[in-house]
């Protein structure tokens, strides 16, 4: 994770580094990611990115904190304009996603082919649990649960898994077939349709 003295930066310093590292996860696989131009592009010493930074994973690590509160914010933003509907909320959040996440996906298509990241990534996760289960309260307190058999986080967490599943395959199919959008989005209330009712009929 990023040092202290990163985090006391003043905020517009701390996105321009943010922006710099983004760009260049990007534009380049994992292996060829280069910090040289990370730090030309963000206008700091190397020496300053060391105390900021351990290393690669580190600022990797940075941008995916600062997407985690951005997709906190926009799913609460969803949740408050859909009166805490969750299955509103999520339509919504697909369609923010798709307007606004283009970016993380050109990354995370970069992540995905690096070999090794496969088991960085995994202890990425590990280290991030609290903030990782922050992020599910945060999302879980907008969300009207009225209708809910089971109201507890743990059953929460798995339906917000299985929604998130389908979001970030529809992201995966919009980024190679945007000529698909409104299929897709079609798929997808339907994907949520069915977590809502199932697919059995009731027993009466």
Request: aromatic share 12%; proline share 3%.
């Amino acid at each position: 994770m990023p040092t202290k003295r990163f985090y006391n930066l003043p905020p517009g310093k701390k996105k321009t580094i943010r922006e710099a590292a983004m760009e260049e996860f990007i534009r380049v696989p994992f292996e060829k990611v280069s910090i040289n131009k990370m730090i030309q592009k963000a206008g700091i010493s190397r020496g300053s990115f060391y105390t900021y930074f351990q290393d690669k994973f580190d600022v990797l690590a940075c941008i995916f904190e600062d997407a985690a509160e951005k997709l906190l914010e926009s799913w609460r933003e969803c949740a408050e304009k859909n009166s805490g509907d969750l299955w509103k909320t999520a339509e919504a959040f697909l369609d923010y996603s798709i307007t606004n996440t283009k970016e993380h996906m050109l990354m995370l298509k970069n992540l995905s082919e690096s070999e090794k990241m496969f088991g960085e990534i995994h202890k990425m996760r590990q280290s991030c649990d609290s903030g990782l289960y922050t992020l599910l309260e945060g999302m879980y307190e907008p969300v009207d649960k009225g209708n809910f058999k089971d109201q507890t986080m743990e059953t929460f967490e798995n339906l917000i898994s299985m929604i998130f599943l389908e979001l970030l395959h529809c992201m995966g199919w919009h980024y190679h077939h945007p000529e698909d959008e409104e299929k897709i989005k079609n798929v997808f209330r339907k994907k949520l349709e069915i977590l809502q009712y199932g697919i059995c009929k009731c027993q009466l």
